[in-house]
T-cell receptor
Framework: GAVVSQHPSWVICKSGTSVKIECRSLDFQATTMFWYRQFPKQSLMLMAT?????????EQGVEKDKFLINHASLTLSTLTVTSAHPEDSSFYICSAPRVSSYNEQFFGPGTRLTVL | KNEVEQSPQNLTAQEGEFITINCSYS?????LHWLQQHPGGGIVSLFM???GKKKHGRLIATINIQEKHSSLHITASHPRDSAVYICAVGGNQFYFGTGTSLTVIP
């Protein structure tokens, strides 16, 4: 079946640094990818929609200058958490629908970010 | 009111028991996903449903589109089934339930 990978699976960084998280569709093309965030004991919340070749669309309350999204190719979207702070510590997950069948979503395994 | 409601929130079962987790939703959907999240956070997609029923090993998922309800069943539960099970619904955008935390005791 189709696979979506994320890298890294976990990262620890110092406050003030930037962290890049990659989301790749390994055997299909995805013009759109979604980024979610999950705080402890809460459900996943959509942060932004990444669009290949155009700007990402952000959900209300998500700072676009802090969470930079780049969808440079049909198989790769990156989320960069800039000037990370401890409150950005969270579990970040991406998903990607297959172009040919939009309602077939594939979820990445997630990236655990801890900001010290 | 949340778009997706799961029940129960927490579930403890003895090894071997039959387990049911329920998901009700209020939005129109193209598909419903059941996800499994282990301690440490990694997500595994168990099922994607748009109608009817699917079975994979000891797991069975059903969906009733008219009633906007889905169930995930685990037969002959095992301690390794202990995880959080999340219902996600949508099409263009997905809405997630808060999850059901399952603990299977040996």
């Amino acid at each position: 079946g189709a696979v979506v990978s994320q890298h890294p699976s976990w990262v620890i960084c110092k406050s003030g640094t930037s962290v890049k998280i990659e989301c790749r569709s390994l055997d299909f093309q995805a013009t759109t990818m979604f980024w979610y965030r999950q705080f402890p004991k809460q459900s996943l919340m959509l942060m932004a929609t990444s669009n290949e070749g155009s700007k990402a669309t952000y959900e209300q309350g998500v700072e676009k200058d802090k969470f930079l999204i780049n969808h440079a190719s049909l198989t790769l979207s990156t989320l960069t958490v800039t000037s990370a702070h401890p409150e950005d510590s969270s579990f970040y997950i991406c998903s990607a629908p297959r172009v040919s069948s939009y309602n077939e979503q594939f979820f990445g395994p997630g990236t655990r970010l801890t900001v010290l | 009111k949340n778009e997706v409601e799961q029940s129960p929130q927490n579930l403890t079962a003895q090894e071997g028991e039959f387990i049911t987790i329920n998901c009700s939703y209020s939005v129109g959907i193209s598909a419903l996903h059941w996800l499994q999240q282990h301690p440490g956070g990694g997500i595994v997609s168990l099922f994607m449903l748009s109608s009817g029923k699917k079975k994979h090993g000891r797991l069975i998922a059903t969906i009733n589109i008219q009633e906007k309800h889905s169930s995930l069943h685990i037969t002959a539960s095992h301690p390794r089934d202990s995880a959080v099970y999340i219902c996600a619904v949508g099409g263009n955008q997905f809405y997630f339930g808060t999850g059901t935390s399952l603990t299977v005791i040996p």
